[in-house]
């Protein structure tokens, strides 16, 4: 994990076709999600009365090759899967989707976020017989729905039944032997979940940018507490049966998760990170000469704070988009400059400059400290450092890779002590009622935990445990 980036749990994709390339357009699909997670993929399709399944660690492009695309059988019914792994260790048995049998059918399960009554769940399941070969919450998923299918003798009462005792973070996508697509997502709304619909069937993604590049129409969102299941490319049924307090979709998805490109709850990812460095030149302004964002999260923001203020708005970095999940640091001195290997200051535009520095966010700061650093030695003359969020105190159990509170410098160190540590001239972030502001377009209320500790659901004291 980068030290200073958060990391997001995972995407999700399903189709029910006509067309009988649904392992492509997955592969696609997966493709244009592969910032949502970089440690494994995976993609099964329905064959006949078989499910069959790839999937290995690693990029998107280096789990499938073309020799395996070709050699998944012709079906129109497909699910897939990219990862990042917040429960479990990163081996191929916990990487999705989870393929279950059971007595009167098959699934395979793809799940985005985080399960915080897992365990709870594994260990009913042991007590009922159930064997686990992964330690993945997601396997815990599928197994369950599998049991509850074949208690109420129909799939889709059984996957309503399980994810009626599921808490915490979970969007997810189901295809069976019987040529079920079924999508759900959590009552609370924590992850995105979207349909798209062309003349060929429907899909279901977490971003909208997925059906854009696999052409699909947008559609609408999966509502929180939503259950929708799509046969032979057609929705056959949608219901909400799964009921929240509250309502509370993760507000960091518009920060850093999200492509710019997705729309995600009818609001447009990019024009919400416009809006907050509109909001971050009213809250925080600079005397400088020139703006400049980090890549990619940054850039929007940055644009929006050069709009407000009228300072010119420059490229900083060159992003290196060619390296692969891993560097090899052979020796202290190369792993040291080691930020130089993804983004490369352009000292022409850098050099003699007052620069105001737009990031998403510092989490750990010894990064940020390190880009910084870089500039100062492309002969940048100040930098005063902005952040679209405000600062991170607290753990998300819902499928946001924080960590320890401990761990985080905003718990550690006072403001002034976190623009020395990172040796900048002025350091702001955004306030929080400055980023409800700039997300206001939402048709869904927000989950502002990690920056506020209040959460949308109950959190157990064994989730709890697992970020001490």
């Not at 109420?152 to 032997?177: M, Y």
């Amino acid at each position: 994990m980068n030290d200073w980036k958060i990391h997001e749990k995972c995407a999700v994709f399903g189709a029910s076709l006509t067309l009988t390339e649904s392992a492509g357009i997955t592969y696609n699909g997966l493709l244009s999600m592969q910032h949502r997670g970089q440690e494994g993929a995976g993609i099964a399709v329905v064959s006949g009365n078989r499910i069959v399944c790839h999937k290995n660690v690693g990029l998107v492009s280096e789990v499938f090759s073309d020799k395996i695309l070709m050699d998944f059988p012709k079906s129109g019914l497909c699910v897939g899967h990219t990862r990042y792994s917040t429960t479990g260790n990163n081996t191929r048995q916990n990487v999705q989707p989870f393929v279950t049998e059971y007595l009167t059918g098959r699934i395979a399960t793809a799940h985005n976020g985080n399960i915080t009554n897992a365990k709870e769940i594994r260990e009913w399941l042991q007590s009922h017989g159930v064997n686990f070969m992964a330690s993945s919450d997601s396997e815990v998923i599928s197994s369950f729905i599998a049991y509850k299918a074949l208690e109420k003798n129909d799939l889709l009462q059984g996957v309503i039944s399980a994810a009626e005792k599921l808490k915490g973070a979970f969007s997810f996508v189901i295809i069976s032997n019987d040529n079920k697509l079924i999508a759900v997502r959590d009552p609370n709304g924590f992850r995105p979940l979207c349909i798209g619909q062309n003349e060929y069937g429907t899909v279901v993604a977490s971003e909208s940018c997925a059906l854009d590049c696999c052409g699909f129409s947008l559609i609408r969102d999966v509502q929180p507490g939503e259950v929708v299941m799509i046969e032979n490319g057609k929705i056959t049924h949608s219901s909400i049966p799964l009921k929240a307090a509250k309502v509370g979709f993760c507000i960091f998805e518009y920060v850093y998760f999200a492509r710019p490109d997705s729309v995600i709850n009818n609001l447009s990812v990019y024009e919400a990170r416009f809006n907050m460095g509109r909001i971050l030149a009213r809250e925080c302004p600079a005397d400088a000469d020139v703006v400049c964002g980090v890549p990619d999260s940054g850039l929007a923001a940055a644009s929006g704070y050069a709009e407000e203020s009228g300072i010119p708005l420059v490229t900083g970095f060159i992003k290196n988009r060619y390296i692969g999940r891993s560097f090899i640091y052979p020796v202290q001195a190369q792993r040291e400059s080691a930020v130089h290997l993804k983004l490369n200051p352009l000292k022409t535009n850098i050099e003699g400059k007052r620069i105001v520095l737009i990031d998403d966010s510092i989490v750990r700061g010894t990064t940020g400290a390190q880009t910084i650093s870089a500039l100062r030695s492309a002969g940048a003359k100040e930098v005063h450092m902005r952040l679209s969020s405000p600062p991170f105190k607290y753990t998300c159990y819902f499928g946001i890779d924080i960590g320890s509170e401990k761990n985080l410098i905003a718990n550690n160190m006072s403001l002034e002590q976190i623009r020395k540590a990172i040796n900048v001239e002025t350091l702001g972030y955004i306030s929080k009622e400055g980023l409800l502001e700039a997300c206001k377009k939402s048709t869904l209320p927000f989950c502002m935990g990690c920056f506020t500790g209040k959460y949308n659901t109950e959190i157990s004291d064994y989730a709890k445990s697992q970020f001490e």
